[in-house]
């Protein structure tokens, strides 16, 4: 979205008409298509499955407040950043918040992609210190994968309830045979 951003501002420096409309075009046209799916509903989503279930309705009161407020800040803030910045300065700006923001998701933000509310319980129970080394953590993996297109291993950060019961039925596998050495060992 900061790319998109940078070429709509980048775009008012066109000598031409018709370039600053094409590249203004292109620039928001481009940010609406990565924000749509993204940036613009997730922050509901998250905010649905984040809240436990008896603060849930106050967490998604709160969240939506927040949205609206910060809708709000942008709103009035913008001409007065086009008159201090100039256009391209404005959505320069506003290009280095998203970068900005995109370290502090990547920090602070846990994945709730494939979890069950019950699971949830589990991710947010991490310290934030772990959860922002393991996002850290995440950088290099990202650069092998979408950008060396390798193939890394990834780093599991939360134990499935899927795996615990595996490794405490093969614990009770392994206690019986123990249990049924013993027995026989006693009556021998």
């Given amino acids: 979205m900061a790319v998109c951003l940078l070429i709509t501002g980048f775009s008012f420096w066109s000598a031409t008409e018709t370039g600053r409309v094409?590249?203004?075009s292109i620039g928001i046209y481009l940010f609406?298509?990565?924000?749509?799916?993204?940036?613009?509903?997730?922050?509901?989503?998250?905010?649905?499955?984040a809240f436990p279930l008896y603060i849930r309705d106050l967490g998604m009161s709160f969240a939506t407040?927040?949205?609206?407020?910060?809708?709000?800040?942008?709103?009035?803030?913008?001409?007065?950043?086009?008159?201090?910045?100039?256009?391209?300065?404005?959505?320069?700006?506003?290009?280095?918040?998203?970068?900005?923001?995109?370290?502090?998701?990547?920090l602070f933000v846990r994945e709730t992609k494939g979890k069950t509310l019950e699971e949830l319980d589990q991710v947010f129970?991490?310290?934030l210190s772990t959860h922002a080394a393991y996002?850290?953590?995440?950088?290099?993996?990202?650069?092998?994968?979408?950008?060396?297109f390798q193939n890394p291993i990834p780093e599991e950060l939360y134990a499935s309830e899927s795996d615990s019961e595996v490794s405490s039925s093969q614990g009770d596998g392994r206690a019986r045979g123990e249990m049924m050495e013993d027995v026989e060992n006693a009556t021998a």
Avoid: D, H
């Fill in 65 to 106: 407040a927040t949205t609206w407020f910060w809708n709000f800040v942008l709103s009035i803030t913008w001409p007065s950043l086009v008159l201090a910045f100039q256009p391209q300065g404005a959505f320069g700006w506003y290009a280095a918040w998203c970068c900005i923001m995109w370290f502090l998701v990547l």
């Fill in 22 to 24: 094409t590249g203004v």
């Fill in 125 to 127: 129970a991490v310290p």
């Fill in 32 to 49: 609406a298509i990565f924000y749509s799916p993204g940036a613009g509903p997730v922050p509901f989503t998250y905010s649905a499955e």
């Fill in 135 to 148: 996002g850290l953590r995440q950088i290099p993996y990202g650069f092998k994968k979408f950008v060396l």
